[in-house]
């Protein structure tokens, strides 16, 4: 494969009423060639905040799902390298560092896989499920895509060798119950719509044992009882997302 390596990186970032957590991000992408944020019509103040850094591009585009949305991003880049941050994540001068020695020196990868620590309020999650979660962020576009069909928790379908960052990216996605939940019960939502564009129609008890089996393999399984209050939190708003994604695949086949 012929690649046409840049040492230059678009960063991108889709954001929703972010004002807490875009601040913390945006002052440590100093590095990038270009910052371009697609923002979903924010209420709060986000706009004001990106417009406040020289090197950020707001763009306002409608949301209709998270595929279609990282999509359209990239399609905003300039550059063939992209770096994809969400604005509740945080990078380590450790890992700022790794980006801008392997954007210079890397000739074979088309992608990278981050490693990410769980940040629960300011703690790390060490078990519940999250001690192994790794994402795609730094890709050549020429050589990724995000699949349309996955409508959450979207997949990037990748051609070529796929490398791993060694440095860890910081989550901070849990800052308090109720915005975790409201989180949980829009993934689950999209979930549901993705099963019923499958014609997907759940067995009768399926709804009961499969988030009575998500909490269970993540508190038991995965550890999470290691995790304390924490960690029985955190599972059971996982498993709660499921139940919210079968009954909301009921009501869309109630309304067919």
Not at 45 to 70: D, G, H, L
Not at 202 to 221: E, I, K, Q, T
Not at 226 to 240: E, H, R, S, V
């Amino acid at each position: 494969m012929n690649l046409n390596l840049a040492q230059k990186v678009s960063v991108l970032v889709i954001t929703l009423n972010e004002e807490a957590n875009l601040q913390a991000l945006l002052v440590d992408l100093d590095f990038a060639d270009e910052v371009i944020i697609v923002d979903s019509y924010s209420t709060d103040k986000t706009k004001s905040i990106a417009q406040s850094f020289s090197n950020v591009r707001f763009i306002e585009n409608k949301f209709e799902n998270y595929s279609s949305q990282r999509n359209f991003a990239i399609s905003q880049a300039k550059n063939d390298w992209i770096l994809f941050l969400d604005a509740d994540e945080r990078l380590t001068p450790a890992l700022k560092e790794e980006i801008i020695e392997t954007l210079r020196t890397n000739e074979t990868c088309t992608a990278f896989l981050f490693y990410r620590k769980f940040m629960f309020e300011n703690t790390v999650l060490h078990f519940s499920g999250w001690q192994t979660d790794k994402i795609f962020r730094l890709f050549n576009k020429n050589f990724a895509k995000y699949k349309p069909e996955k409508l959450v928790h979207e997949k990037l379908e990748v051609i070529g060798k796929i490398g791993t960052f060694k440095n860890k990216l910081m989550h901070y996605s849990y800052n308090d119950y109720k915005s975790y939940k409201i989180k949980m019960v829009s993934y689950g939502k999209f979930k549901a719509q993705e099963k019923y564009i499958k014609k997907v129609n759940p067995v009768f008890l399926l709804p009961v044992f499969h988030p009575a089996y998500n909490f269970l393999y993540n508190y038991f399984v995965r550890l999470g009882f290691l995790d304390g209050k924490k960690g029985m939190t955190i599972c059971y708003l996982n498993a709660y997302s499921v139940f919210v994604r079968y009954k909301e695949l009921k009501l869309l086949w109630n309304k067919k």
